[in-house]
């Protein structure tokens, strides 16, 4: 192995999965209090912020979800539709560099709501499991995370991830590995794990947070905007009023937005990745390919060398983005599972 050897990890959804998976071996219910493959699903237990009542997806609360058809009974193709349609849709509207919404444009009103609703449905999620149990140091992606930590030919480790949950973080501390979040925060020269998260994240936090019984939907602007310098993070106390909401849906494609906080997390990941070289390392695991975020992934895979080794982990490929590493890629290798990641010589 080379020395100054470089890693780039890219986390999907599926990331997720394979930890709750680990964690359902010893507490099978969690699965009962847990689904992200279908976001709409928890709708009806999930509490309303100001008054603590459950029903946070209804009529009552979320009204032009409701009435685009959103139902805790969906199944999750039918919640991934809506989501789609409704952030296609906001997508196209931002070309037009507008961002005031009226009365009557109720693909962007639901957007106001489901970007509401998604952060405290992934608060609600994290609160479901206090601790990150000790098992978890035996977990695939653990003990390689701790390989590289532990690496003195491994130079930096940049983590993209595209989930909202914190569970990455909480099981980085868990290990005792440190890591940091440009450019909101930095850490100590011996630092080597880098996490990006261009979809934002249930940590992240604008300035002060106003009194919760105060909570409410902003209609009035599409997207509010602010520095990357302005985030804080905090992974204690996330069920606040924060002003802004730092979450980009499914489907949203971030390369659309040339400035704010996601732009400048891009900007510097972007040129850190262009540097891989034969012998760095890339590892996509559990990521999906939808056709309207299919650029934002195409721009992480089309940046580094076409010698670098490419690791991809699904147990359920897409043939097009099969299709498309394969044409990229002259090292790439597949597995089905991140099971592999125990025997995986770096």
Known sequence: MSKNKKVCIVLGNGFTIDFLN??????????????????????????????????????????????????????????????????????????????????????????????????????????????????????????????????????????????????????????????????????????????????????????????????????????SECSSMDIDIKYEDLCTNNPIIFLIPPAGDVNRTKVGWNASLRQIYEPKIKEFKKNDLMIISGISYWHVDRAEIDNILISPSSDIDLVNINPSMDKYFESVINSLFMNYIHFDSSEVLKEFII
């Open 22 to 223: 680990l964690i359902s071996k010893k507490t099978t219910t969690i699965w009962d209090d847990i689904d992200v493959s279908n976001l709409f699903s928890h709708g009806a237990n999930l509490k309303w912020p100001s008054n603590n009542n459950p029903g946070f997806l209804s009529k009552k609360y979320t009204p032009y979800l409701w009435d685009l058809g959103a139902r805790p009974y969906m199944d999750k193709n039918e919640t991934m539709h809506l989501i789609e349609k409704i952030v296609t849709s906001v997508n196209v509207y931002a070309l037009k560099g507008a961002n005031d919404i009226s009365k009557d444009q109720k693909y962007l009103l639901a957007y106001k709501e489901l970007t509401s609703y998604l952060k405290y449905l992934f608060i609600y999620f994290n609160g479901k499991q206090d601790v990150i149990p000790d098992e978890i140091e035996n977990w695939a992606w653990a003990l390689f995370f701790t390989t590289l930590n532990n690496s003195i030919d491994v130079e930096e480790v940049i983590i993209i991830t595209y989930n909202y949950d914190i569970w990455l973080e909480r099981i980085l501390t868990k290990l005792n590995i440190e890591f940091d979040l440009p450019p909101m925060n930095k850490g100590s020269s011996k630092c080597k794990f880098r996490l990006f998260k261009p979809h934002g994240s249930i940590s992240f936090k604008y300035k002060k947070d106003l009194p919760l019984s105060s909570f409410n939907i902003n209609y009035q602007d599409l997207k």
